[in-house]
């Protein structure tokens, strides 16, 4: 599947970008790359049987882990800023490393890319946590910038030993 050179580059430039300003823990600038019709989601992976794969990762309206949209997000950050988020003060340290970017042109000026990820987190003296997936979004050019408008995160693992979920991904 061949694609423009030139919005492969531009979309990889976003992604690291992006991966800076949750890194930097620029938070209220990550907001302002989510598009306003945001939908953020992260279902759960079950082990099933060879022949009922398709049923590996549940399906929108299941329980998932996240079910967001931009003003969540704005409330998640909120909560950060006042120092009540125990489980955030210190804050983690993350480190996202977006790798294997496939992009499609959908039209409408919007795009589907498809990425592969890391996330490391370390918190206080002894915590480390890696979460491993993809994720496949929907970025959308609005007034010359890409946004977010839709995100899918899809971890490897079934069961997740972190102590929380308190990151972005």
Same mark, same amino acid.
């Given at each position: 599947?061949?694609?423009?050179?030139?919005?492969?580059?531009? =979309?990889?430039?976003?992604? =690291?970008?992006? &991966?800076? @300003? +949750? %890194?930097?823990?620029?938070?209220?600038?990550? @907001?302002?790359?989510?598009?306003?019709?945001?939908?953020?989601?992260?279902? !759960?992976?079950?082990?099933?049987? !060879?022949?009922?794969? &398709? !049923?590996? *990762?549940?399906? +929108?309206?299941? @329980?998932?882990?996240?079910?967001?949209?931009?003003?969540?997000?704005?409330?998640? *950050? &909120? /909560?950060?800023?006042?120092?009540?988020?125990?489980?955030?003060?210190?804050?983690?340290?993350?480190?996202? =490393?977006?790798?294997?970017?496939?992009?499609?042109?959908?039209?409408?000026?919007?795009?589907?890319?498809?990425?592969?990820?890391?996330?490391? /987190?370390?918190?206080?003296?002894?915590?480390? %946590?890696?979460?491993?997936?993809?994720?496949?979004?929907?970025?959308?050019?609005?007034?010359?910038?890409?946004?977010?408008?839709?995100?899918? =995160?899809? @971890?490897?693992?079934?069961?997740?030993? &972190?102590?929380?979920?308190?990151?972005?991904?």
């Amino acid at each position: 599947m061949a694609v423009n050179q030139d919005l492969w580059f531009e =979309i990889n430039e976003f992604m =690291i970008y992006e &991966a800076s @300003l +949750l %890194d930097d823990r620029k938070f209220h600038d990550w @907001l302002d790359i989510l598009a306003d019709d945001l939908f953020y989601f992260m279902p !759960r992976k079950k082990n099933r049987q !060879r022949k009922d794969m &398709a !049923r590996e *990762i549940t399906p +929108l309206g299941d @329980l998932a882990l996240f079910e967001e949209d931009k003003e969540s997000m704005k409330m998640r *950050i &909120a /909560r950060l800023d006042t120092g009540m988020a125990w489980a955030e003060d210190p804050p983690s340290r993350t480190r996202h =490393i977006v790798s294997n970017l496939k992009v499609e042109e959908l039209g409408n000026n919007e795009v589907r890319a498809r990425t592969d990820f890391i996330l490391y /987190r370390t918190h206080l003296e002894t915590d480390q %946590d890696f979460f491993v997936g993809c994720r496949d979004d929907v970025l959308r050019r609005e007034d010359g910038q890409w946004k977010v408008a839709k995100r899918t =995160i899809v @971890l490897d693992v079934n069961v997740i030993m &972190a102590k929380n979920l308190s990151v972005f991904f």
